[in-house]
């Protein structure tokens, strides 16, 4: 016979088989551990023996030695990382390396400022970068808070507390209700004992654990009789043997599972590389078709020379410097540091700066159900009596609700009295304390105004083979007995009803009308519980026999009541929502019908049999739910939609969502989620509501507008200036822009206004369109088409400019004139292509004085080039009132073509 101590104060006692152990030297209990046994599927005296432990535990020589073969309880996390290699990693761009090719240039030809002023820009960039995503590479750091856990331990044969991480294979450990199971442990014993498993299985309520024999294979949810380290103790105490420990357990195997997993480029990063690619290849070819036209000229006039070739060579150079979006990069970075901080006020704590963006560019959600759509808060709907239905409002353990139907004050009482949990209120919020199954209870008392001050004298709690617990309460009447528990079991043991406050005999017609009810009930997904009472005769002794039915409460974890209308908006955003989860097919299925997540669901030991092409054709078949799933299962899912060519968006909040969480494109962590799911994750979301990624994806969008409307605005400018000196050179005319000038161009009218564009709001239609293409480039085609046709046009209007004031002159002075007027109109042209671009995103006019500050900038520091001694050594003239007349003119004539064109590009992708 051995005792286990109920660690509330009662010593219960529990028979158990004793068994005969001899820890040989000679048998290696490692080798054990190594074959992999399925502890689970066996008998407890066969896991002992396994094990060479004892029920009384292991001694101290033989715990150190274990440790030595086994090491410490604790997970292997990744090695510190090294900020200089962070710091290396922001220049790990192609553009970068076309930036810093054009700083070399400018170094050797002279240009010391601009080459000063680009370093400057990358610089600035990498540093940004860097501080912001040094916190992010702590990525298994939270795991280690394991070893911070105590266990309660039998070693010599006595009781002791140890940290957890001393913990060895074969120990026995006791838990009781509060506790953090510390390894992975098949339960011996055990006294009404419930684990809470969501944050490993996803499975929103406790669930009951038992010293019995499972003969088949199960997924973690369904292991009964197996507690899981990082998960926690609801109710009731037992005691267990440890059989992994570290990164043996499955906590362990999650830990590894997140290291494999292989982080994703982001598609801002994957479309800038293909970008900065395609568009160093055109500034090189350019560039040397230039320079050779401009050869060929020279030679075929005699005019060749050493000064010459080298006034060639420097226009080329500096042609392909001025081609170059230079802040570019400073661009990006600073509209993705402005979105981190409008999603850090929308509840969103970005993590890695590049993730940004991701979220604007996801087309599939896979989220958890349980603490992301759902409250992770049982909560009775509806309650239920001969007298009639009583539905309830409100969500989670708040117990303000409205009730409306029959209220049967006995049905709530026996829900109030037949309960050991508590609710509190702290800081305005509600929480529980037990079982949540019976936090729903108290609040549906609470909601139907069901207040009982009686006393109970005796107590006979619920185990899984009665499926009841029963209490004993002493009133003015006598004594009485209330009990709860599965609707048909407590039905069994039941004679008489209760109709219109008074007892009747209980009929056939009354039990198939009780069956039909729960029947209902569960196929809605609803956890029912049934409830009865009776009043004890003086003498009879407290039994669950011969009781008066009262009624049924029906309960569920809800969704959160503005999940429904975000699901509503994904759609409307051409993004498609799938539910993974731990929690049973029926529940997942009913949750989605309720919040709008359709389509057909698999369990687990569905997928489990699948291929990767039989999940592939099961996904584009409008599966939506997955329920019953393992952690590798998450993991799988993503990387067949990522195979598929989606962005994949991940939520969750448990240790089982990690993997998942670093292998998808973007990981969404829920703020009260675990640290190993946060630390998975880009981003955290500083409370639960899954608004807040909606709001969070709408953002992601609103910054991939305004960083390609940046790259719009630099390229436009720069594929003018560059068509003029090409198409100059290819006609042979005369330079209509010197080095300088285009130096000066790309100074002056790039930077500001692009950086002005990171603030700009966000169009109207930002969460009206489907999501980007993967494969598309960072420009559409349709803003290909614009820029082509706003490069075309300026260049033509330059162009004529330049052959009207006499660019085709030999004299100097006429020349000089011409080139000035092309300078100031090209300048004039960029200051406009700013507020064109913009109309083309839907964005009002006057939204962002930034905009206006940087193109009123531009405009005053070409006023005092043009009219200060500066404009001497540019090699320009100031300009009469007739020319500036004709510079308005042209600008206009540009600004009016650039808008008819946009209105037909419009009404044609309408039709």
Known sequence: MHFL???????????????????????????????????????????????????????????????????????????????????????????????????????????YVDSMVILAILLTNALIGFFQELSAHKSLEALKKISTVQATVLRDGTRCRVPARELVPGDIILVEAGDKVPADARIIEAVHLKAEESALTGESAPVDKQNRDLDRDLPLGDQRNML??????????????????????????????????????????????????????????????????????????GALSGETFMAMAFIAISLAVAAVPTALPAVVTIALSVGVKRLLAKKALVRRLASVETLGSCDVICTDKTGTLTANQMTVRHAWTLDGEVILEGSGYNPDGAVSGPVVEELFACGLLCNNAALNCEDGSWRTIGDPTEAALLVSAAKAGIEDGRLRKDEVPFDSQRKLMSVLV????????????????????????????????????????????????????????????????????????????????????????????????????????????????????????????????????????????????????????????????????????????????????????????????????VGSGTDVAKEAADFVLLDDSFTHIVNAIEEGRGIYDNIQKSIMLLLSGNLGEVLIIFLAALFGMNLPLTAILLLWINMVTDGAPALAYSVDPYGSDTMQRPPKPRNEGILPPAKLALLGVLGTVGTFIALSLFHLFGGSSELSVTLIHAQTMVFNFVVLYEVILIFVIRNSYRVPLFSNRWVWGAAALSVVLQVLLMYTPLARVFKIVPLSPVDLATLGFAGLLFTSVSLFYQNIAKNWRHR
């Open 474 to 669: 002493h009133d003015a009447r006598g004594e009485v007995v209330y009990s709860k528990g599965a609707p048909m079991e407590l039905l069994a043991c039941c004679t008489r009803i209760l109709e219109q406050g008074s007892e009747r005999p209980l009929s056939d017609q009354d039990r198939n009308r009780i069956a039909a009810q729960n029947a209902g009930y569960a196929q809605g997904a609803l956890r029912v519980l049934g409830f009865a009472r009776k009043d004890l005769t003086p003498g009879e002794r407290f039994a669950e026999r011969e009781l008066c039915f009262i009624g049924l409460q029906a309960m569920i974890d809800p969704p959160r009541p503005d999940v429904v209308e975000s699901i509503a908006r994904t759609a409307k955003a051409g993004i498609r929502v799938i539910m993974i989860t731990g929690d049973y097919v029926a529940t997942a299925i009913a949750i989605g019908r309720e919040i709008g997540i359709i389509g057909k669901a698999l369990s687990g030991p569905d997928l489990a049999a699948m291929n990767d092409e039989q999940l592939r054709q099961a996904l584009e078949d409008d599966t939506n739910i997955f329920a019953r799933v393992d952690p590798e299962h998450k993991q799988q899912i993503v990387n067949i939609l990522q195979q598929a060519g989606y962005t994949v968006a991940m939520t969750g909040d448990g240790v089982n969502d990690a993997p998942a969480l670093k292998k998808a494109n973007i990981g969404v962590a």
């Open 228 to 301: 899981f380290s990082a998960t926690s103790i609801a109710t009731g105490n037992g005691r267990a043997v440890v059989v992994a420990t570290g990164m043996e357990t499955e906590l362990g195997r999650i830990t590894a599972l997140v290291k494999e997993a292989k982080e994703e480029m982001t598609p801002l990063q994957r479309r800038l590389d293909q970008f900065g690619r395609k568009l160093s290849y055109a500034i090189i070819c350019i560039c040397l078709v230039v320079f050779f036209l401009f050869f060929a000229k020279a030679y075929t006039a």
């Open 5 to 111: 101590p109920d660690f509330s104060g009662l010593q219960i006692l529990v028979r158990i088989e004793s068994v005969n152990i001899l820890l040989s030297p000679q048998r290696s209990w490692i080798k054990i551990m190594t074959d992999n046994p399925k502890f689970y599927q066996l008998a407890t005296d066969q896991v002992l023996n396994r094990l060479q432990t004892r029920p009384t535990g292991l001694d101290s020589a033989e715990v150190t030695h274990r440790r030595a073969t086994a090491g410490f309880n604790e997970l292997q996390t990744a090695s510190e990382i090294n900020p200089l290699l962070v710091f290396i990693d922001q220049f790990k761009s192609f553009i970068i390396y076309i930036l810093l090719f054009a700083v070399c240039f400018s170094l050797l030809i002279g240009e």
